[in-house]
């Protein structure tokens, strides 16, 4: 096939077709819980963790599927290998699984009560350069008034797309810096995550990183193994505004770019304000294993891809 597929509710379609009705519940009410993985060498990476993650996420909002996890698994696996054929040898996918509450039976009456939960498969190439300058500026985080969802309102284990409250600490973020993304507070006034990631802050050779109210990262718990096999020590604990700004240094794990320093938080410098050398070892250490050089094709993808966009 010659242009992507997804899946979509027992089918594999062209991926332009992979559409939902407006009487879909994750449209209707952001009902919906999923999982972002990546490829590496157009292999997906830690699938079955995240697809681990999915199923409890289903577990506690209630979709029913009629899916397990291995079926779930041979889908990705034949829609990477369908449209990985279809990119470039030294480029990578996103590969996104969702499922929503399905149809919302105001709309359509009982209709929707026979028609179950919606899930879909899909992916896109991974847009190298929204990332690829940050290996060497580094991120800015700034706290905004936003705060995170409750523990007790929505689990933080539940990966979701309730992603309204992000928008408006996305706004505030900007305000302060054009340039910086937000970083919650919970009600405690401890740090917990943003948008995309998990925060880690280093203190000599032990990296501590926020234990409660966060979503349980796949990237971050690969961190851990890495670290360990480096000499390095993780910690699950509080991190307050001021251990952040007191940091020797900061970064982000994350799904699509694995890691990504963060060299400024509320308008100043985290330590020397340039990536440090925790955050080097661990991004060569992630490429040893995956066997790629992650800021390498992050910086070669993003150069593709605007010559491509300037050649269309």
């Not at 305000?175 to 993304?181: L, S």
């Not at 009600?187 to 948008?195: F, I, K, R, V």
């Amino acid at each position: 096939m010659s242009t992507p597929i997804a899946y979509l509710n027992g089918s594999f379609i062209p991926e332009s077709a992979a559409r939902l009705p407006v009487s879909d519940l994750g449209i209707v009410g952001a009902m919906s819980v999923t999982e972002m993985a990546r490829t590496f060498r157009h292999q997906p990476f830690r699938l079955d963790e995240h697809l681990a993650r999915l199923m409890k996420s289903l577990d506690y909002v209630g979709f029913p599927i009629s899916l397990d996890m291995e079926g779930l698994r041979r889908i990705c696996d034949e829609v990477v290998a369908t449209n990985a054929a279809l990119i470039p040898g030294h480029h990578d996918l996103g590969l996104i699984v969702f499922v929503t509450a399905g149809l919302n039976r105001t709309y359509l009456g009982r209709a929707a009560a026979q028609a179950g939960s919606t899930v879909c498969v899909h992916t896109f190439p991974l847009p190298f350069e929204l990332w690829s300058d940050l290996y060497d500026t580094g991120l800015h985080l700034v706290t905004v008034p936003t705060r995170g969802i409750p523990d007790d309102v929505i689990d933080p284990r539940v990966k979701h797309r309730s992603r309204l409250h992000w928008h408006l600490a996305s706004r505030e973020a900007h305000q302060v810096d054009p340039a910086a993304m937000a970083i919650l507070t919970d009600q405690d006034g401890n740090l917990t995550e943003t948008a995309t990631g998990n925060l880690c802050a280093v203190d000599g050779t032990t990296i501590v990183t926020p234990a409660a109210h966060v979503l349980e990262g796949v990237s971050r718990e690969f961190l851990v193994e890495l670290a360990g096999s480096l000499g390095l020590s993780v910690v699950h604990a509080a991190v307050s505004p001021t251990d952040l700004a007191h940091a020797d240094e900061a970064f982000l794990t994350s799904t699509p770019h694995c890691l990504l320093p963060v060299t400024q938080f509320n308008c100043s410098p985290i330590g020397s304000g340039k990536p440090g050398p925790v955050f080097q070892k661990l991004i060569e250490a992630w490429s040893q294993v995956v066997k790629v050089n992650i800021r390498e094709q992050m910086r070669q993808g993003a150069a593709d891809r605007a010559e491509a966009s300037c050649m269309s």
